[in-house]
């Protein structure tokens, strides 16, 4: 064999390895979408940590739901809800259209939880299950998007430990130049 068909036969092996975990849901193809209507822009729950995000500072946009469509990998239920679950109490939602008439109601997290289920013609849920997935990508992306409010959030938080006197005066601001070099 040639030097040429052992690269070619180690690309199509690394293709076929690396392909599957990037392959988004084919339940949801983006390129079958026909509308995305953003229902709820930012929906604040009782697990709202202002300490790390303030929801008013995190938007679902049309282009965060394409990119979660292109990237969101199914996870089992209990994976989804599991305790130790990266939370931030934020949640943007979602109407995704498609060609074939399907219609879905999506829930996004900066952490890159998703939800979605099925609506029916009146966009009622229908009776299937909601299904669960989880999008690295898609935190990486809007975490990145998202460095000034968690400066924010930081400077809230520092500022308060420095008013209840938990840190001594002036350590807040050291603290947040610190984290913003770090970021």
């Avoid at 092996?13 to 209507?37: C, F, G, Q, S």
């Avoid at 929906?43 to 965060?64: P, Q």
């Avoid at 609506?119 to 009622?124: S, V, Y």
């Avoid at 050291?174 to 770090?182: E, F, I, V």
Wanted: aromatic share 6%.
């Amino acid at each position: 064999m040639s030097n040429a068909s052992i690269l070619g036969i180690a690309a199509l092996v690394v293709t076929a390895t690396v392909l599957p975990v990037h392959a988004a849901d084919m339940r949801y193809p983006i390129a079958n979408v026909v509308k995305i209507e953003i229902t709820e822009p930012s929906i604040r729950s009782a697990w709202e940590n202002k300490n790390f995000l303030d929801c008013d500072d995190v938007v679902l946009t049309e282009e965060d739901v394409r990119y979660a469509l292109r990237h969101m990998r199914k996870v089992p239920e209990k994976s989804y809800f599991d305790e130790y679950a990266e939370r931030t109490g934020c949640l943007g939602g979602a109407r995704v259209t498609f060609k074939n008439g399907k219609t879905i109601a999506i829930g996004i997290e900066p952490t890159g939880r998703i939800n979605t289920f099925e609506l029916n013609a009146k966009l009622k849920p229908t009776s299937g299950p909601e299904t669960y997935y989880e999008c690295q990508l898609c935190k990486a992306r809007k975490m990145e998007l998202l460095k000034d409010a968690l400066y924010r959030a930081d400077e809230r938080r520092l500022k308060k430990l420095e008013t209840e006197g938990k840190i001594p005066p002036g350590e807040a601001e050291r603290r947040l130049k610190a984290l913003r070099t770090s970021r």
